[in-house]
């Protein structure tokens, strides 16, 4: 089977690690079939849409590696919902009502007194042309209602009506289209909501398979129906847990709370977002993945837990930690070049200091620090005629893994100091820092010009 999938955010804000979930589940699904992957941009809502949003959008996909086969606007495709409109009108599945939202309200309250389940009873579909007319002529306008196909002759009696698939996370799930309303898919002002063209677009861009958050379970049954209506077969579908904030409210788009821009501002690597965002909430053991191919090697949707998962920002950072400290150098070449880090010293440089950082970006003190050095340093008078010495003790080059060793031992030998006593004056000299990166591994970096211009 060819797959298709998409990844459909609305860019109405910036999306955040449970969006960026959506998008890898579908990225490395189709990537271990060699499939396609699309971004469709749901921008029908024309007043909360934003370019500037979907740019990020892509933006950030491209960061965490994902690159789209085909991206597609809803805003540029009106004519094909146009014409599915036309045919389920055709068909008599879509109907105009006139309802406000009080009306409907009231309504529902009377239901809900009456024990009935609090469902749209389909009153709209009980006027007469003369009836609309006189609606219509008092200036209200329609919005119009998809007819479920929930009865057998008539639609006021509904029954029990099963829609099933197996989802790919889920395992094998019902919807009782009985338990629903007839959703509106045309709007008072003609605007479009979600469910039709969503339908609409996985059928014409031949959408094989929809991996979406479980906020949309209820949804798949009705879409399934609309599949049905308009002469096409449903694709698969798959509905994964939604992140939560380690106290449990869910993550908003709109908030920019822990936005993939704001963490890749933050210095997180890529991959870590992406390991956690994907093996969270999963069977997996939740490690940091080098790169996509390992990430796809250790994902499988069915291995989602069916309840939310709890995301907390520490482990991000603590799995970012943990990649920058193993990444060769290879994987931050680009990035260290950006900063100015390039030439012949970056490679043993790089293998240095890796495993002091926070962020990549951290190497940019560590470079400063080993070409210029660290300017004053504060140091005791004592420790200051101590390390006078000690840099009169300096080895002749070439210098390498050993002379750290080989030059404090010299200086133990003279000067009888030792321990702390003896390595942090020498370290803060050399680097104005009280800890950082080993000195075996710096020293061969230092020529001994440089480091002598260090002597206080
Ligand atoms: N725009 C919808 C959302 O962000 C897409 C849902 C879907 O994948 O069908 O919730």
Request: hydrophobic share 35%.
């Amino acid at each position: 089977m060819n797959i298709t999938v998409r990844f459909a955010p609305s860019p109405t804000g910036h999306i955040h690690i449970g969006n960026a979930r959506t998008a890898l589940f579908n990225w490395l699904f189709a990537k271990k079939d060699g499939g396609r992957f699309i971004l469709r941009f749901d921008d029908t809502d024309l007043e909360r849409s934003r370019r500037e949003y979907a740019d990020q959008i892509e933006e950030d996909l491209l960061w965490l590696g994902i690159r789209p086969d085909k991206t597609v606007r809803q805003s540029e495709r009106f004519p094909l919902y146009e014409r599915a409109v036309e045919k389920l009108t055709e068909k008599g599945l879509l109907y105009p009502c006139y309802e406000t939202p009080e009306e409907l309200e009231l309504r529902r309250k009377v239901r809900l007194s009456r024990r009935l389940p609090p469902v749209y009873g389909r009153e709209a579909l009980k006027l007469t042309s003369e009836e609309r007319q006189a609606v219509e002529a008092q200036g209200r306008k329609p919005h119009w209602r998809f007819l479920l196909p929930n009865f057998d002759d008539d639609p006021f009696s509904p029954r029990r009506t099963e829609v099933r698939w197996d989802d790919l996370v889920r395992g094998h799930q019902t919807v009782d289209l009985a338990s629903m309303s007839d959703p509106v898919l045309v709007r008072e002002d003609g605007t479009f909501l979600y469910t039709l063209p969503s339908v609409v677009d996985d059928i014409e861009l031949g959408v094989s398979h929809i991996i979406r958050g479980d906020d949309h379970v209820t949804n798949t049954g009705a879409q399934i129906a609309l599949f049905r209506a308009l002469d096409a077969e449903p694709p698969v579908f798959g509905h994964h847990n939604l992140l939560t904030t380690a106290s449990g409210e869910g993550l908003s788009k709109r908030t920019g709370a822990l936005s993939i821009a704001s963490l890749r501002e933050a210095g997180i690597e890529p991959m870590a977002v992406a390991s956690l965002a994907v093996l969270i909430g999963t069977s997996e053991a939740v490690t940091g993945c080098r790169n996509m191919d390992e990430l796809a090697e250790r994902f499988d949707p069915a291995s989602s837990s069916k309840s939310a998962a709890k995301f907390d920002p520490a482990e991000l950072a603590m799995l970012s930690r943990n990649l920058i400290h193993t990444m060769p150098y290879e994987e931050a070449e680009e990035q260290l070049n950006e900063m100015g880090i390039s030439g012949p010293g970056a490679r043993p440089f790089w293998n240095a200091v890796r495993g002091n950082l926070e962020k990549v970006a951290d190497a940019a003190f560590w470079w400063r620090i080993i070409r210029e050095g660290p300017g004053e340093t504060e140091l005791s008078d004592e420790d200051r005629s101590f390390v006078r010495e000690a840099f009169d003790l300096l080895p002749p080059e070439p210098w390498d893994r050993d002379t750290w060793r080989s030059w404090t031992e010299s200086v133990k030998a003279v000067t009888g100091r030792k321990g702390k006593a003896l390595f942090r004056p020498l370290r803060l000299a050399l680097t104005g820092k009280e800890s950082g990166p080993e000195l075996a591994d710096l020293m061969p970096l230092l020529n001994r010009d440089t480091a002598m211009s260090r002597r206080p």
